[in-house]
């Protein structure tokens, strides 16, 4: 008897052992996600299972009892052992729920996952449909996708007009296949306040001091009433794209992702599935690039 129970003893000891190892390991180094829509096709498919790499970027450490209550959280980074790079696939916390662009909101229940085509400090643009970074004469991202955007006409593109998030034609002429330059804001960046600072960056601003941003109609920009002549950042911000590019809704249309957003970045495949469930055996552990 003493025997079985010894044997129970061992059996729930080392249970117990593997079930903290898996917590640990998906807390601190790989998370899996489902991939629900196209915004990334081909590159991934909807019903397709990623393993998320936390190290990269640093694992992210916040009260998730207070963000699950929606309350505003701090969030910290362990170090990592690598930084973001221009083209990695990352997942992220959307920054706009439902897509209302008037503020940034962490929702730690909603990710997106997009390919990350500007760093904190790039100036970013898009030059008839492809996308580009300043100094940088190759284009950034999925090339196939800003191909078919290329292809279209500006009367095809007008059903997928931006929102007033960034100036469109009435202000600085932007459109989906012209857009910028957008200079992205990195972590102590100091920029002039004027008319265009306040109409690019009002809502990262408020994010990060939360207080309103306001301009009047003399172009004096005033941060909670304090009038403001320029300001630091704090975090650093990324422009993700969709590499199905005509029909996702990306940073294009809803803005930058904050640094504390992102949860990592992309490594593999490991499980795919059509929409009737048949396994599709190909993209089986295959690496994400």
Partial sequence: MKRWQQILVNLVFYGCCVFVALVFFHVFVVVSFKIPSSSMYPTLRPGDFVLVDKLTGGVRLFDVKKALNREDVEIYRTPSWRDFHRND????????PGLQTDSIRFDVMLYMVKRCVALPGDTFFIKNGHDYVAGKPEPIGYQAGQDEIERYDGRMLQDMRMNDLFPDEG???????DFGPLPIPKRGQTVRMDSTSWMLYRQLVEWEQKRKLSIDSVGVVRLGGEVIEAYTFTHGYYFMAGDNAISSRDSRFWGLVPDDYIVGRVWRIWYSEDRQGSVRWKRIMKKVE
């Fill in 89 to 96: 696939v990352l997942v992220f916390n959307a920054p706009y």
């Fill in 171 to 177: 202000a600085l002429g932007w459109t989906l296949k």
